[in-house]
């Protein structure tokens, strides 16, 4: 037998063993817990947390308050104490998703209410030609911000802070520290006040305020979703320099985002003269915090790249259904601000938790 004809035997020999060994190959499988595939369910769907947090609250608060929580009148008014906080927290989340902060959008919101009542009340300008005004300054406030942060390169903590102070002096210049009164606005300017106008739905009073805020977050929701933009948004806050190195202009649509929630945000100030009634530029002091209050309840993480802006939506309307119903239960404002607390505490550490998935 020549060498060729033993190594095609030799060959064949292996061949007939192979086919005959077992065909299976090999696997690894990890056993996950409960808490596991929890861990991972949340870090899927992260608005799955406010939503089961605001189901819960419901439910809890209907139990303790009675049937006076659950009445139409104290829902509608809720959703209208919510309503322009949760604008700003619109506007909050589009910043925080890059990973940034805004500590300005309440000031830039109360500004351009007392601009557009300064024009349309005081100077007698078309009310249309007011707001559109006020509008533009909002984008341009956000403008500002963008500028500073990504030209000038200043951290969006300190530039906002900064900003603040600048726009709620200006707030204090331009209003003179005085209010304008609702009967002004009445007179001269009723428009200003379209957003206040309520709707009767099954006993509860829905403003034209309300609608509009679920109509931004709609907004907001599909473009950062359904839009090259947004994902663009969404890959700047989970690591810019990838970001950079992947082609996208991250200083663009940083300023792009910026101004997007200035713009928000003066919408947000038409709207809160309908909601208060006249215009104060003391007004909606502290509502900074509970934008971002709102946020982070609402499961948008604070590191950013994270989240889904309708969370903040369902933040605002937990902390909207925490004060309900502690106050209908007789339970004292200090106590109040107690439970909000606790709530920013455990919603950053659950947020903290689910985020180890991806570690």
């Not at 309840?297 to 933040?315: N, P």
Request: glycine share 12%; aromatic share 8%; hydrophobic share 55%.
């Amino acid at each position: 037998m020549t060498d060729t004809q033993d190594h095609s035997r030799k060959g064949q020999d292996f061949e007939q063993a192979l086919a005959q060994g077992d065909s299976a190959v090999a696997e690894f499988r990890t056993q996950r817990t409960l808490i596991d595939r929890v861990q991972h369910l949340l870090h899927d769907n992260p608005t799955l947390v406010p939503v089961i947090v605001l189901v819960l609250s419901l439910a809890v608060f209907g139990l303790v308050a009675g049937g006076r929580f659950f009445s139409p009148f104290n829902l509608g008014l809720i959703m209208q104490q919510v309503s322009i906080i949760g604008m700003l927290a619109a506007a909050q989340s589009l910043i925080i998703i890059t990973a940034g902060i805004d500590l300005s959008v309440a000031a830039i919101m109360v500004l351009m209410s007392v601009i557009m009542g300064n024009l349309a009340v005081n100077l007698g300008w078309p009310t249309p030609l007011a707001i559109l005004v006020g509008c533009a300054g909002g984008a341009a406030a956000g403008l500002m911000n963008g500028l500073l942060i990504t030209k000038v390169r200043l951290p969006p903590f300190i530039t906002t802070l900064g900003t603040w102070s600048i726009f709620f002096a200006l707030n204090l210049w331009l209003s003179g520290a005085q209010s304008i009164r609702s009967q002004d606005i009445d007179a001269h300017a009723p428009l200003l006040k379209f957003f206040g106008r309520a709707l009767p739905v099954g006993g509860a009073q829905i403003t034209f305020g309300v609608l509009l805020t679920v109509a931004i977050f709609l907004g907001l929701w599909y473009l950062l979703n359904h839009t090259a933009w947004g994902r663009h948004v969404y890959a700047i806050g989970d690591d810019k320099e990838a970001a950079e190195l992947a082609g996208i202009r991250t200083d663009r649509t940083l300023v792009s985002v910026y101004v997007l929630a200035g713009f928000v945000c003066a919408i947000a100030g038409w709207a809160s003269i309908g909601r208060v009634g006249s215009i104060s530029p003391q007004s909606f002091y502290e509502g900074n915090l509970q934008s971002i209050t709102a946020v982070v309840i609402g499961g948008i993480s604070l590191f950013g790249g994270r989240g889904s802006i309708l969370g903040a939506l369902f933040g605002a309307l937990i902390v909207g259904v925490f004060q309900s119903g502690l106050r209908i239960a007789g339970v004292d404002v200090l106590w109040q601000v107690f439970a909000i607390g606790w709530l920013i505490i455990i919603a950053v550490a659950i947020d903290q938790w689910i985020r180890r998935v991806s570690a």
